[in-house]
């Protein structure tokens, strides 16, 4: 035995904000345009010399950056999944899910102990009383930048869905909370008999507008404005909800699901894509933060198994289950009329 896991775990946070600053200077945007040294990166960055070493090269030893040499000659360069992910001008950039990790989450984790302790959330409801969705729709500049950041963490997941789902027996798809539309897009491109609406609150619809017209798919993808707590849903054959039923405590996860039961068909599905914790909750650490991530940021929220997600949906009339694993820890559930 020795301690080194235990350790590692215990400083995390030291690799954690290297990579957030890393991407708060925009570090892998400038290295996509070649390999830079040390001295050039400090310019062009705006660093204090004290730093510069360490924290390249800690980059490279965390394997987030690549060099090629050693000493003053040496030249820093992306890895490949640096170029593809953290590259602003990629399209599959995910950075935007870690600036925001860097500028909201990272200091509300500060206050995991007192999330613990009270059961309340500790992110902006503490300073200004009002809660995160509140907070972001007085800004449209940063609601815009929050639907981008949750647009890149969520395109593989939704890409391998539109791939493993079978849509063949299927003609319409309704994307409940679908934010810039992204889900709809990737459907309707995949599966051309699909005709997609997306829904959210009527602040995102143009920009859900915006992101359809860029696709070229405003003929069958429409964005709809829908208070899916205030309104029927719209009738589909299948009903998506992207990341939207941990946001909420259990009776409004029940409300929710009702509300798909009560728009779908015979035959229809009721699709979840979520971070599914395992059933025996000992497998999928990434859920389980999440989970303590919606403590932090609404107090009764939280995330869930597939088993819940059964009983629930059972609960409610559905009768046939499956759950089809997608990228890294998220998998969809899916629940049939």
């Not at 990434?286 to 059964?310: K, P, Q, R, V, Y």
Request: net charge negative; aromatic share 10%.
């Amino acid at each position: 035995m020795d301690p080194a896991h235990i350790l590692q775990v215990g400083f995390g946070f030291w690799s954690s904000k290297t990579l957030l600053s890393a991407v708060e200077l925009e570090l892998f945007t400038h290295l996509a345009r070649g390999p830079r040294a040390a001295h050039e990166l400090q310019e062009q960055l705006g660093l204090h010399p004290r730093g510069v070493l360490d924290f390249l090269d800690a980059l490279v030893a965390l394997k987030l950056l690549d060099r090629d040499g050693d000493g003053e000659g040496a030249r820093y360069r992306n890895t490949p999944e640096g170029a593809r992910f953290l590259d602003k001008g990629s399209p599959d950039y995910v950075g935007g899910i870690l600036e925001m990790a860097n500028a909201r989450l990272y200091p509300f984790w500060g206050d995991l102990t007192e999330a613990l302790r009270t059961g309340r959330p500790q992110n902006e409801i503490k300073r200004t009383g009002a809660g995160m969705f509140e907070e972001l729709y007085r800004d449209p500049a940063r609601l815009e930048q929050f639907m981008r950041a949750m647009a890149g963490i969520s395109a593989g997941n939704f890409r391998a869905f539109a791939e493993r789902f079978g849509f063949g027996g299927y003609r319409t798809l309704c994307d409940i909370g679908g934010a810039t539309g992204q889900l709809s897009i990737l459907v309707a491109r995949r599966h051309p008999h699909m005709t997609c609406t997306t829904t959210d609150l009527p602040v995102v619809v143009p920009i859900a507008r915006r992101t359809i017209e860029a696709a070229g798919l405003q003929d069958r993808v429409t964005p709809v404005a829908v208070d899916f707590f205030e309104e029927p849903l719209p009738r589909a054959d299948v009903i998506t909800m992207g990341m939207i039923l941990h946001d909420w405590n259990l009776e409004r996860k029940m409300r929710l699901i009702r509300a798909a039961y009560d728009a779908l068909p015979p035959g229809g599905a009721f699709v979840a894509i979520e971070n599914l914790i395992d059933d025996a909750r000992r497998e999928n650490a990434f859920g389980l933060l999440m989970s303590l991530n919606m403590l932090i940021e609404f107090g009764d929220a939280f995330d869930f198994t597939g088993a819940d997600f059964e009983r629930w949906c059972r609960e409610v009339g559905f009768t046939r289950f499956e759950v089809l694993p997608l990228t890294g820890p998220a998998s969809a559930a899916v629940a049939y009329k």
